[in-house]
């Protein structure tokens, strides 16, 4: 048994809470809103699980630095984004802050609410230290949560960061009735997209091929449970990006990863096409159907 704090009280914290409780783990659930003071449970915590969104990441890092947290406890980080100041994913903000915890990226297929109803799902546990990702591993799997470990942490979370920008574009697939074909094209051509940022970013190819990646990406891209699906399917029926994340009342990380992760192409010299256009749609550039026609008409060039 381990004792875990999880900060971040919304749909993903909440069930990773309910998977650790019923493992038989003691679990404090914080939020900003909660009656109890972090510190109060912060020292004998093995487990930090930070499970707050993007926007959150720098205060949540901030707020567990004024705590004696000890060298030993392993923070995991579940939050799929990345940092619009200095374009750093979460796992690097954590590692920079805390140097000498383990710091784990917990990532993978993971519909909250599909987790929530005790339906089966596979995700990874991603750390330069293996030993770190292995307890995680022991803490969370059980008969509906299969956890596998790996050592590319950049990589499994950049797998479910990135994907969002595509399950937007396929929100917009599917709302504009394109058809099976289309919608595999574009998954397909997906993959390699996120491939080509991750491995300039640092991470390793083949992680893109596991559960943090093609497997959240087939997950998201197929799921009106997605919030990032709901927003590409939202704006194909002429809604507002405003509207749409007024209605939303939750996070859709794809809005904010899309509009930094165009920043770092530009920056960079990474083509991402699939991309580009969402960005564009986005920002009010282009209409859902000109956004389609422009993937079409690109220049025409070898698959591989
Ligand atoms: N819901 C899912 O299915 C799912 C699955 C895997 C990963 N994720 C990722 O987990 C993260 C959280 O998602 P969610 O679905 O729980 O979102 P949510 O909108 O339900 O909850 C967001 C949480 O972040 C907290 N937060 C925001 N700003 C904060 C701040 N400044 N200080 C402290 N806390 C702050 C909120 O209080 C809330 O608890 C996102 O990055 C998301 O991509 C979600
Ligand atoms: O609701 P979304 O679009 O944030 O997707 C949730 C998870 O990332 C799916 O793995």
């Known amino acids: ?34 009656s109890f003071e972090l510190e109060s449970v912060i020292t004998s915590t093995d487990i930090v699980v930070s499970a707050v969104s993007m926007k959150g990441v720098a205060a949540t890092v ?40 383990p710091i784990v990226v917990l990532s993978g297929p993971n519909l909250s609410e599909e987790i929530r109803q005790g339906l089966p799902a596979a995700t990874v546990a991603a750390s330069f230290d293996l030993s770190a990702a292995k307890q995680v591993q022991n803490i969370y799997s059980s008969e509906i949560f299969r956890v596998y470990v790996n050592q590319d942490p950049l990589g499994t979370e950049l ?24 919608k595999s094209a574009l998954l397909t051509r997906a993959l390699p997209e996120m ?47 405003e509207e749409i994340l007024q209605e939303l009342q939750s996070t859709a990380e794809g809005v904010n990863t899309t509009n930094v ?18 960005y564009r749609l986005l920002n009010g550039e282009i209409t859902p159907e000109q956004a389609v026609l422009a993937l079409m008409e690109r220049a025409l060039k070898p698959e591989i």
């Open 1 to 34: 048994m381990a004792i875990l704090t999880i900060i971040g009280g919304g749909a993903w914290g909440s069930a990773l809470a309910n998977l650790a409780t019923k493992k038989g783990n003691q679990v404090h659930l914080w939020s900003r809103r909660s």
């Open 195 to 241: 491939i080509r940022v991750g491995v300039r970013l640092g991470a390793q190819a083949e992680t893109f091929y596991g559960l943090s990646g093609l497997g959240d990406l087939l997950a998201t891209c197929n799921s009106s449970l997605s919030r990032n699906y709901r927003v590409g399917f939202r704006l194909s029926q002429g809604k507002s990006l």
């Open 159 to 182: 797998g479910g960061t990135l994907k969002n920008v595509f399950a937007i574009a396929a929100g917009v697939c599917d709302g504009l009735q394109l058809g099976t074909n289309a």
């Open 62 to 101: 901030d707020r567990l630095l004024a705590t004696n947290l000890s060298p030993n406890t392993i923070i995991v980080t579940v939050t799929k984004g990345l940092d619009p100041a200095t374009t750093n994913t979460p796992s690097q903000i954590w590692q920079t802050a805390f140097p000498h915890n």
């Open 261 to 278: 992760l165009i920043d770092l192409a530009n920056q960079r010299g990474i083509e991402v096409p699939v991309s580009r256009q969402v």
